[in-house]
């Protein structure tokens, strides 16, 4: 046995001050780190079994599963931290595909060191995140590195979802003269994350978007269940989820740059440091392919919403092509190409 | 824009040697690492499709979900590597609770500077596992940190399963006399990793035991459908699992040392280093608790597949208890008790 209590120090167990590599052994230290903490911010039937792995009943229709790491540095920045991004980011996958969020798992990689109240304020957050979603967390792993082998604290999160009957979206059923609609600003997440990191001295007050955007989505559907297709521009923001679009319908897409809502803090930011909003990452926002017909008024559905408060029609699907392009025009229709990234302006923002 | 095709050299996108932070982005070097990689060895229906949330149809029964994030080291070992590993630790956790495994997710965090060619052989290893444990890997994420940030690779492996209508395996159903079975060597796995870290010049023939188990299960439920309980000794061992189990169902288990499955070599090591193999970490055994009548025919009936041809009983429920507790016999009648460790003796063997 390791000297575990020589780790520790005479404030006992529960009294670290910081996670150690027991805390992720599968003994006793693990046990009270998910009991105390974890359990204690989680709780419900389910994961309060605490076995291999979760029983539940689903609801009829098909099932939604998706997967999700999140390395977010850093782990805590304005408008939200890494634990209800994870949240967050996992539901509105699940969104995306029209599917009705249900259950969350937790996958926890923590770096030794790590500050047992930074642990609790996350764990927190994903518990208040999860009410706030509607789901809930079912199951759960931890596990420790040692010092200089992560960074704090990655988060990995799966989610469950199910997908009504008759739903089904998909860029394969995008036409010629669909309008493209954006949920809101562009580029808040990645520029509040890039204005706090570490070094740079930049002030603004934009903050990360970061937001549950399932009951946006359903409003939406319920307004015009023959929605195309919806995604979220999150890592690569609007102008990589428009090329991905683009390139599996086949079809050229005309954005009008006078339509696409865009703080001014983040237009400034970006002039300041070189950086194209169009591949900024957005962690509430959505991309959706709609008929013609319906556009304006899935807009007006979505603008009563305060996720959807800024939604507008930002462009429109102009050709089918063997050449998918994007393209923004300006007022004056001067036009230039989007063109899918390479990489990506800034890492980790996720 | 980040200025990527420098970061590569002139080799081109394809040809870079070893993980760059831009296959993290979400541009296009992300897609040319899925696309070329992950899903060349995965490939299936449903994730090929590449949307936000797989959609996919589960058979009827309850559903098992189960998820686990795998940091071990080094990330090939001794029979077996990291992605292997991820495929049969969830496959087994679904096993535990009786779930025939269905579907896996696959959350990949990797390092920066990463080999591509480790990256490569590891994706392999999970895509052979997967079509042995009979699952398909349906959705995906891929990050990537910085050199420093993480170590090699970390992945998150998420298990849905089905559980068919009437089974439920639970602690709570453990009886006076009930048998304890261990289905083979102990430690084996715990041992291999030990041996095999670097510093350390021990030489053993050990390999790992990580294998899938959910076959072994289906064939003991045939032969007993109320076999009360599964788990497998991973972290912690067989010690942690007794107690674990000992604790939920509040009794005392007694455990016959000369009846325990373990390798000479992996008790050598264990003498040597002063580690005590109860505690060691298994990969591909199982500790159940059976009904007194049929633990003979089990047994039997486990010996027939290679995952269960050292299968044993090795001890029984003695007592119901207030201070619930795990105690080893030994042949002349000496007894120790077996504690639930506060750590691990060895960090980062899953």
């Known amino acids: 046995m390791l000297p575990i209590i020589d780790m520790i120090g005479e404030r006992g167990l529960l009294m670290s001050e910081k996670i150690l590599l027991a805390h992720g052994s599968g003994g006793l230290l693990t046990r009270k780190l998910i009991e105390e903490i974890i359990l204690q911010a ?12 979760a029983a539940v009943s689903l609801p009829p229709g098909k099932v939604a599963v998706t997967t999700d790491s999140f390395v977010i540095t850093p782990p805590i920045f304005p408008g939200g931290n890494i634990g209800e991004l994870a949240i967050y980011g996992t539901v509105n996958d699940l969104a995306m595909v029209g599917a009705r969020p249900v259950y969350l798992t937790s996958g926890l990689i923590l770096e030794e060191g790590l500050e047992i109240n930074l642990f609790k304020e996350i764990i927190e957050s994903m518990a208040i995140a999860a009410k706030i979603a509607g789901v809930e967390i079912i199951t759960g792993d931890t596990k420790v590195v040692e010092k200089g082998k992560g960074d704090q604290i990655f988060i990995n999160t799966t989610g469950v979802g199910i997908i009504p009957e008759g739903r089904e979206l998909s860029a394969s059923k ?21 204005a706090c990191r570490k070094g740079l001295s930049l002030k603004t007050d934009v903050r990360s978007d970061s937001t549950p955007l399932h009951r946006l989505v359903e409003v939406m559907l319920e307004v015009e269940p023959q929605i195309r297709v919806m995604r979220d521009p999150t890592r690569g923001g609007v102008g990589t989820v428009l090329n991905e679009l683009a390139e599996e319908a086949g079809v050229e897409i005309k954005i009008e740059v006078e339509q696409v809502p865009l703080l001014a803090q983040v237009q400034g930011m970006c002039d300041l440091l070189g950086l194209d909003p169009f591949y900024i990452a957005n962690e509430g926002k959505l991309v959706a392919i709609v008929p013609k017909e319906s556009a304006d008024k899935i807009t007006i559905a979505m603008s009563k919403l305060p996720e959807g408060k800024d939604a507008a029609i930002i462009g429109e699907i102009v050709a089918r092509s063997i050449y998918p392009q994007v393209y923004v025009e300006t007022e004056i229709k001067t036009t230039r190409i989007l063109e899918m990234p390479m990489g990506n302006q800034l890492p980790r923002i996720c």
Not at 42 to 52: R, W
Not at 175 to 194: C, E, N, P, R, Y
């Open 42 to 53: 989680f709780a419900n039937s389910v994961l309060n079994k605490l076995t291999d792995a």
């Open 174 to 194: 995008i036409q010629i003269g669909d309008k493209v609609i954006l949920s809101g600003t562009m580029g808040d997440h990645g520029i509040a994350i890039l």
